[in-house]
C-alpha cells in the first residue's frame, strides 16, 4: 500500500490518463492543489495549449481523482520549515514536500525542477500509470 502525494502538474496527468489507483494505494496532496490545477490549466488555454472546453473539463476530471486533501497546522509547521531550510520564496512548493515527509512514500511530479533539493523520493505521473 503506498501513499503518493500528488502535485497539480501530476494530477493533471493522471486525470487526463483516466487513471485509477491500484487497490490499496492512495494519493494525497495539500488542499493547493485545487487552485494550482485551476492556475496551470488556465495558462494553458490563455498559452493557446488547449481550448477552454478541453481545461474544463479536465477539471472536472481532476475532481473526480481519488485524492485525500489535507491542510492541517501540522503541515502548514512543517511547509515553513521545509521553505526556509530549501531556500524557498514561498511555501508552495514545499508543502507538497512536506506532505511527503508526514504521510507519503513519494512525491509525484511533471517538475522535479521545482523540488531540487528536497530529500523526498521523487516519481513522474508516467511511473504511476506503469504501475
Not at 5 to 28: N, Q, R
Not at 66 to 88: F, M, N, Q, S, Y
Not at 116 to 131: F, N
Amino acid at each position: 500500500m503506498a501513499h503518493y502525494v500528488i502535485d497539480a502538474s501530476a494530477a493533471i496527468e493522471l486525470a487526463e490518463a483516466g487513471y485509477v489507483p491500484a487497490t490499496g494505494d492512495s494519493l494525497l496532496a495539500p488542499t493547493l492543489l485545487r487552485c494550482e490545477v485551476l492556475a496551470l490549466l488556465r495558462r494553458s488555454v490563455v498559452a493557446g495549449e488547449r481550448d477552454d472546453l478541453a481545461a474544463r473539463t479536465l477539471i472536472a476530471a481532476v475532481d473526480r481523482l481519488p485524492i485525500r486533501l489535507l491542510g492541517d497546522r501540522v503541515l502548514r509547521k512543517t511547509a515553513w520549515r521545509l521553505a526556509t531550510e530549501l531556500g524557498l520564496p514561498d511555501t508552495f512548493a514545499a508543502e507538497y514536500v512536506a506532505l511527503t515527509v508526514l504521510h507519503g512514500d513519494a512525491l509525484v511530479t511533471d517538475m522535479p525542477d521545482v523540488y531540487v533539493g528536497a530529500s523526498v523520493p521523487l516519481r513522474t505521473g508516467a511511473d504511476l500509470l506503469r504501475s
